[in-house]
């Protein structure tokens, strides 16, 4: 335990003694891996104190004669995860770095919707007597899975709920990463977390009830040990307690499986090749898992795989091959939940960055003609937990360290880059699934000011005299 250093070398050094100048290449790291105590570490006749548990700093610039600490007598701090460069040191003006008044520009006053159906929508799916895992089930060609099932309810349980005074309830051992329930057609609830469990009231009616479950993730664990066993969606059992003779488990009760394609996973949208949709083209001449997502998408809004003739911006297509018209936004359709929404916009005059703001809505993806900006989740972060100061002592990586922003949403603006708007009649496609205004959806233009820095070439032995200059870039 206790203060280490680490030295990359082009030839063997000593660190117990001074820095040969001969060495051309040489890089060190410092770290204590003691989590309450601070230590101290001696490299080449320099003495350094590491406060506990120090993220490694590469220190190389600062074995330099010429650098502040050396003259002032002072060491270094590294209490604050204060890491200096190595090679170039960039000194920024902050006085000179501010952004002009950006501009806001509504999207759209005219929307158009189409309600997502809920459950089986096509013969892509299959039944099974258990409760599968979710990836092993969309292999990763889309975020959600569909599980559905039927379960037959009495007159004598009515009769004994009544009585009762109580309400049957659904129960999950766990579930990951998000799950939405639907009792007979109607959204009722749903949680979200790893691994966590899930409870809802239900409120059954006498005789055939669906019960549909839909699973979805929010992104894969690339990393960590036995991560093909962690997996997502449900984990059982799943129950329906509450019955006047006894708990109804329904782990093993057939279960269907809708695989769907909704929203465009994996589907690319280039402009180029043979299908052409009003303002883009899609590109079916790509290996053989874009072809499988581009058909899984033409089956999904268009019911048939060839040329397209239908127009993506006027209609959807369920897998049945009945026609949907795109209506207009009805104010009884704001806060609807899995609801598609379509605007055009003209893009903001002139180059600079544009954004989009999707606070106003809950949690979906987006297109803009075509491209994905990402799935978004105005998801608000707890409001304690943060800290005036940043200190990163203790464990390295403890998600608790030098948190920001408690209270507030995790993210509201998503960049839009300019190389995918044209000037006029950009097409904005978003699928809501928890339930959001779309008249709070605007562009915002930003533009900054000229930005000045001062770039310092190092090498170990010193800075170089006369090399320091002072740079100025516009980002306009």
């Not at 892509?124 to 039927?150: C, G, M, P």
Request: glycine letters at 8%; aromatic letters at 12%.
């Amino acid at each position: 335990m206790g203060g280490r250093a680490h030295v990359y070398s082009s030839v063997h050094v000593n660190t117990s003694e001074s820095l040969p100048k001969d060495v051309s290449i040489c890089s060190a790291f410092l770290a204590n891996i003691d989590e309450h105590k601070s230590a101290g570490v001696k490299l080449f006749d320099r003495s350094y104190t590491l406060a506990p548990c120090t993220i490694p700093h590469n220190i190389s610039p600062l074995l330099s004669g010429n650098t502040d600490w050396t003259k002032t007598g002072r060491k270094p701090d590294f209490s604050q995860n204060n890491r200096p460069f190595f090679c170039w040191l960039f000194k920024f003006y902050s006085s000179e770095y501010h952004l002009l008044a950006t501009e806001d520009f509504s999207l759209s006053s005219t929307w158009m919707t189409f309600i997502e159906p809920i459950g089986i929508w096509n013969e892509n799916s299959f039944t099974s007597e258990q409760i599968l895992e979710h990836l092993n089930v969309t292999k990763d060609a889309s975020d959600y899975l569909w599980y559905i099932t039927r379960v037959n309810v009495s007159e004598v349980e009515i009769s004994y709920w009544m009585e009762m005074g109580i309400l049957p309830s659904l129960t999950i051992h766990s579930i990951r990463d998000v799950a939405q329930i639907f009792l007979n057609g109607l959204l009722i609830g749903g949680a979200h977390g790893n691994w966590v469990k899930l409870e809802q009231t239900l409120k059954l009616v006498q005789g055939c009830n669906e019960l549909a479950l839909l699973s979805e993730t929010v992104g894969l664990k690339n990393y960590g040990a036995f991560i093909e066993k962690d997996g997502a969606g449900f984990k059982g059992p799943i129950k329906l307690i509450g019955f006047k003779d006894g708990d109804m488990d329904l782990s093993t009760y057939p279960w269907t499986y809708q695989r769907t394609c909704i929203p465009l996973q994996k589907v690319k949208f280039k402009l180029q090749e043979v299908f052409r949709i009003d303002h883009f083209l899609f590109d079916c001449s790509s290996n053989k898992a874009s072809n499988q997502n581009f058909i899984c998408f033409i089956n999904h809004y268009f019911g048939t795989i060839g040329r397209v003739k239908g127009n993506l911006l006027e209609y959807l297509i369920s897998g049945t091959g009945k026609k949907v018209s795109w209506i207009a936004l009805e104010p009884d359709k704001i806060q609807a939940t899995f609801i598609w929404y379509k605007a055009y916009f003209d893009a903001p005059d002139g180059k600079d960055p544009i954004s989009i703001y999707l606070g106003g809505m809950g949690k979906g993806q987006a297109w803009v003609n075509g491209h994905g900006i990402g799935r978004y989740w105005s998801l608000v972060a707890p409001k304690d937990g943060c800290s005036e100061t940043c200190n990163y002592q203790g464990r390295f990586y403890n998600e608790k360290k030098c948190r920001t922003n408690c209270g507030k949403p995790t993210q509201t603006w998503y960049h839009i880059p300019r190389e995918w708007l044209q000037a006029s009649n950009n097409l904005f496609v978003i699928f809501e699934e928890t339930g959001g205004n779309p008249l709070t959806i605007k562009l915002k233009k930003i533009a900054t000011k000229t930005i000045r820095f001062e770039v310092s070439k190092c090498t170990l032995r010193r800075c170089l005299p006369g090399r320091n200059r002072l740079y100025e870039t516009s980002c306009r």
